[in-house]
């Protein structure tokens, strides 16, 4: 669901276009998405079943107590086609104008912001709390079920802060209901020129950029995998695929299976590193 499936849908009427074959986008929501990854885990390794995968793929491999497949062996990376930062929005009743401001008035109030994630272990959740580790300030997690009820708590002021897409917050940012502070990219947001990243704002080396690819079962053929890599990456530049993206606030990636599968693996190790730390095992 969600961007996975926008992703997915962006590149199956290209893929289609170019094999001759069609690629049918299924959703299989159930159980957080695990009975369709491993609905795919065991598919045929034939290049034709793939998997849109976002960032907790791979965190999953470390937080999850059991899984009914191993989120790295039993898949083959493809591609990653999509990075996604995540900005930090505030409730505009704070006296916070800057990244600075809030780490100042998070140090003068230990544990009194709240701030929201769509759960434990989600990826708004790991890196809100690997920024507060690198900050040194201390807040408090609420988990909800999703980014509407998030925004819907950081209006009213239930939680006062959180990382969030752009894309879907801009509007309420523009209406004053909400407020942006910082950016999570690594370079500044096209639709936010104006607002400084995380990094720029005095924590060197923090990004909260979330990431979207594709994945085949791990049986599938070298030769197969590489064409169906270097095909996704001729999508991804394509202009009228490259305005959708960054219209909606993302960049077009497009990487070889072994950057990629670096990217899975680093990512694997630190967000396991910190989910242990914090506690977490999810069932």
Request: glycine share 8%; no cysteine.
């Amino acid at each position: 669901g969600g961007g996975s499936d926008a992703i997915a849908r962006l590149l199956s009427v290209h893929l289609t276009e170019k094999f001759g074959q069609s690629f049918i986008v299924e959703n299989r929501p159930a159980a957080s998405g695990i009975v369709g990854t491993d609905a795919v885990a065991k598919a045929q390794p034939d290049g034709y079943t793939l998997l849109t995968v976002f960032s907790t793929h791979a965190m999953s491999a470390e937080l999850f107590k059991k899984l009914p497949y191993d989120p790295i062996k039993d898949f083959i990376p493809v591609s990653l086609t999509i990075q996604s930062p995540l900005v930090l929005l505030i409730n505009p009743s704070l006296p916070i104008n800057n990244f600075k401001e809030f780490v100042a008035y998070a140090k003068a109030n230990p544990n009194k912001l709240n701030y929201g994630s769509s759960g434990q272990g989600s990826a708004p959740h790991l890196m809100t709390e690997q920024m507060n580790a690198m900050a040194g300030i201390k807040t408090t997690h609420v988990p909800y079920k999703g980014v509407a009820p998030i925004t819907l708590a950081l209006v009213q002021n239930e939680i006062q802060f959180a990382l969030a897409n752009i894309f879907t917050t801009l509007p309420m940012v523009k209406a004053g209901r909400l407020k942006m502070i910082a950016t999570g990219g690594v370079k500044r947001s096209l639709l936010a020129p104006d607002v400084p990243t995380i990094a720029e704002s005095g924590l060197a080396g923090y990004d909260s950029v979330v990431w979207y690819g594709v994945l085949a079962p791990a049986k599938t053929p070298p030769e197969i995998v590489d064409e169906l890599s270097r095909e996704i990456a001729t999508i991804l530049k394509k202009p009228e695929i490259v305005k959708t993206i960054t219209d909606g606030g993302n960049e077009p990636v497009g990487t070889t299976p072994q950057q990629f599968a670096a990217i899975m693996s680093e990512d694997a190790k630190k967000w396991g590193i910190l989910g242990k730390k914090l506690g977490i095992e999810l069932e």
